[in-house]
C-alpha cells in the first residue's frame, strides 16, 4: 500500500468510527439528528476520499469516469426524489426499496469481482466464499424487499399469497441454493453457476415473502434490513474494505435486534413468521356492517365521550394502524393539543408493532406535531393505565385484546397495552370487525368500554369541535 | 488487493456485531423508524465498493455492472440520509407552530 492508499483507508477507519456515534447519538430524540447529521458527513468524506483514491491510482478510463459520475448523479437524484416527496405513512415501501438497492449494488459488486478476475479459476475461498455468500444474500434481499414494497404499497396482495406446490417450491429452492452456493464457491469461474445461483436466489427471495402478510411486515423489513447489512459486510470481504464490513455489520446487528424485538412483540418465532401461517390478511377483514353493533356492547356518542375527555385529568390515546389508513394523525394531535391546553395531561401508548415497521407510530404521531414527550413505550406506559380517567382507542385491536394473557387463544401471550385497566375506556372504531387474528376483542364488551362507531377521521374532527364546546 | 489478511477480516466482522448491539440496543422504541433508515444508509457505503469496481472497469460489462453498483449505492446513501433526517427533523420536545406547517408542506397531496 502507498501512501495515499494509506491515508485513504484511514479516512474509512474515522468514517467507520463516526458511524458508530451516529448511531450512539440516536439513543435519544434530542440527539438523533445531530446523529444522522455526522453520519451522512461521515459517508460524504468516505466518498471524497475515494474519488482522492481513485484519480492517485489512475487506472480508470474516461468511460469509467463517466459511469461513475453518472450513475452516481442519477442514484443520487432518484434517492433523492424518493426521500422528499414520500409520505410518511409510505415510509416502510421506501425503507424496503433502500433495502433492495443496498442489497442489490453487493450483489453486482461481488458479480463484478468474480466476472473480472484475472485468473477465476484461481480464486481462494478466501474470495468466492464471500463473494457467492454476498451474491446470495443480497439477492435474496433484493427480490424480496421489491415483493415487500409492493405488498405495502398495495401493489402486491397484502394477504399471505399461497399457490399450489408453494411448499414444495420452499423445499426445492433452498436446497438448489445451497447446490448453487457450493458449487460457485468451489468452482468461481462458472458462469452456469454464478447465473443459476443469481436466478435461484431471486426466485427465493420472492417466495419467502409472498406468503407473509401485512401484519408481520415490521418483522419482515427488519430482517431484509439485518440481510442487507450482510450482504454488504461481505462484499467488504470480496473488495478487502474493512470499512464495508464495519458498516454492514452494524446495520446487520440494528436489523437483528429489530427483528428480535418485533417477533417478540407479537409472541412469535421468526422462523414460524418466515414459514407463514396466521389469517393475516389486509384487505379481508372479518367486518359487520358500519353500526350492526351486537347488543352486547356499549355504544355511545360523540357527546358523551366529549364530556369524559372534558372533565378527565389524564387521557391516554392508544394508536394503531387503523389511524394511520385513515390519515387521522392530524386529527388527533389537534384534539390532543387542545386537551393539553386546557391542564389534561396526554400521553400515547404505542406498541412496538403499531404500524408497518419497528417504530413506524412513532413517526407518524410526531409528523402530526405530537411531541416526544408524550410518546410512551409499552413497559413504561402500561403502569400508568390504572391512573387514566379515559383511554381512547383509535385504530388499535389485538394489541388490547385483554384475552392475550390468557393461554389457548390465537394470541396468548403476546404483550398488550393494558388497556382494560384504565378507569374508563372509549374505541373509536369503525365497526366491529376482528384484528388480524381474527378473535373476539373483550375490551369491547368490557361494561367500561364504550364503542364510538364512526370513521376515524370524521370521529375525531367531531369530538375536537364537542370538547371544545365543554371546555371552552 | 488482498492486502487484508482473513483474521483481521474476521476481527472486524466480530467485533462490528459486538458494538453493533451495544450500541443499537440503546435506542428507544421511539427512534427505531429513523433508526433502521439511518442504518440503511449506512449500509449505502457500498457506493465505495461501487467506485472501485468503476476504476477498475475496462470491458463493457464491467461498465454496465459499475454504472448498476453506483445507482444503487447513491440512491441508498442520499435518500437514507434525507429522509432519516426529514424524520427527525418532525421529533420536538414540544410543539411548535412550524412543525406543523413543514410536516404538511413535504407532503402536499396528504390531505385529499
Known amino acids: ?472 | 488487493m488482498n492486502s487484508l489478511d482473513l483474521l483481521t477480516a474476521i476481527t472486524v466482522f466480530v467485533l462490528s456485531v459486538l458494538v453493533g448491539i451495544e450500541v443499537i440496543s440503546k435506542v428507544p422504541a421511539t427512534l427505531h423508524t429513523p433508526l433502521m433508515s439511518g442504518s440503511n444508509s449506512v449500509h449505502g457505503i457500498v457506493v465505495i465498493g461501487a467506485m472501485l469496481i468503476a476504476a477498475g472497469s475496462h470491458t463493457w460489462l464491467g461498465y454496465v455492472l459499475a454504472f448498476v453498483a453506483m445507482v444503487f449505492g447513491a440512491m441508498n446513501v442520499v435518500g437514507g440520509y434525507v429522509v432519516t433526517d426529514r424524520m427527525l427533523e418532525m421529533f420536538k420536545a414540544r410543539p411548535t407552530a412550524g412543525n406543523r406547517d413543514k410536516a404538511t408542506a413535504g407532503t402536499p397531496d396528504k390531505e385529499v
Request: charged share 10%.
Open chain 1, 1 to 472: 500500500m502507498d501512501t495515499v492508499s494509506n491515508a485513504v483507508h484511514y479516512v474509512f477507519l474515522a468514517a467507520a468510527a463516526c458511524f458508530v456515534i451516529g448511531l450512539h447519538l440516536m439513543n435519544h430524540p434530542r440527539t438523533a439528528r445531530r446523529g444522522n447529521t455526522l453520519s451522512a458527513g461521515a459517508m460524504a468524506v468516505a466518498i471524497g476520499a475515494t474519488v482522492w483514491l481513485v484519480v492517485h491510482e489512475n487506472r480508470i478510463t474516461g468511460t469509467g469516469w463517466l459511469v461513475l459520475v453518472s450513475g452516481g448523479l442519477v442514484g443520487a437524484a432518484l434517492g433523492l426524489w424518493a426521500a422528499r416527496g414520500v409520505k410518511m405513512t409510505a415510509m416502510p415501501q421506501l425503507v424496503s426499496i433502500f433495502n433492495a438497492v443496498g442489497g442489490g449494488a453487493a450483489v453486482v459488486i461481488a458479480v463484478n469481482d468474480l466476472l473480472q478476475a484475472d485468473h477465476p479459476a484461481a480464486l481462494g475461498a478466501r474470495v468466492s466464499l464471500p463473494g457467492a455468500l454476498s451474491i446470495v444474500i443480497g439477492t435474496v434481499t433484493f427480490s424480496g424487499s421489491l415483493v415487500a414494497a409492493g405488498k405495502l404499497q398495495g401493489l402486491v396482495s397484502g394477504s399471505p399469497v399461497v399457490f399450489p406446490g408453494a411448499r414444495l417450491l420452499n423445499v426445492l429452492l433452498p436446497a438448489s441454493f445451497v447446490i448453487g452456493t457450493v458449487w460457485l464457491v468451489l468452482a468461481p469461474d462458472s458462469s452456469t453457476a454464478l447465473y443459476g445461483l443469481v436466478v435461484v436466489a431471486l426466485l427465493f427471495g420472492v417466495t419467502m415473502v409472498l406468503p407473509i402478510g401485512g401484519a408481520d411486515m415490521p418483522v419482515v423489513i427488519a430482517l431484509l434490513n439485518a440481510f442487507t447489512g450482510s450482504a454488504v459486510a461481505m462484499a467488504g470481504f470480496v473488495l478487502d474494505e474493512t470499512a464495508l464490513i464495519i458498516a454492514g455489520m452494524l446495520v446487520s446487528s440494528s436489523g437483528g435486534i429489530l427483528t428480535k424485538l418485533m417477533a417478540d412483540a407479537m409472541n412469535r418465532s421468526i422462523t414460524n413468521i418466515v414459514i407463514g401461517g396466521f389469517g393475516t390478511g389486509d384487505g379481508a377483514p372479518a367486518a359487520v356492517g358500519a353500526g350492526g353493533a351486537p347488543a352486547q356492547v356499549r355504544a355511545i356518542s360523540v357527546d358523551d365521550v366529549a364530556i369524559q375527555l372534558a372533565y378527565a385529568r389524564k387521557v391516554i390515546f392508544v394508536p394503531g394502524y387503523g389511524l394511520a389508513a385513515a390519515q387521522a394523525q392530524h386529527e388527533l394531535g389537534d384534539l390532543a393539543k387542545l386537551l393539553t391546553e386546557h391542564g389534561i395531561e396526554v400521553s400515547y401508548a404505542v406498541h412496538p408493532v403499531a404500524g408497518r415497521m419497528p417504530g413506524h407510530m412513532n413517526v407518524l404521531l410526531a409528523e402530526a406535531d405530537v411531541p416526544y414527550t408524550q410518546l410512551k413505550e409499552m413497559d413504561e406506559v402500561n403502569p400508568e393505565f390504572p391512573q387514566a380517567d379515559v383511554a381512547l382507542v383509535i385504530g388499535a385491536n389485538d394489541v388490547t385484546n385483554p384475552i392475550a394473557r390468557r393461554p389457548g387463544n390465537a394470541i396468548s401471550g403476546m404483550p398488550i397495552l393494558d388497556v382494560d385497566k384504565a378507569r374508563s375506556v372509549v374505541v373509536i372504531k369503525r365497526s366491529m370487525g376482528h384484528g388480524y387474528a381474527g378473535v373476539d376483542n373483550e375490551l369491547y364488551t368490557d361494561p367500561k368500554t364504550g364503542m364510538f362507531f364512526t370513521d376515524a377521521k370524521k370521529g375525531l374532527t367531531e369530538l375536537k369541535a364537542a370538547v371544545g364546546e365543554f371546555v371552552g
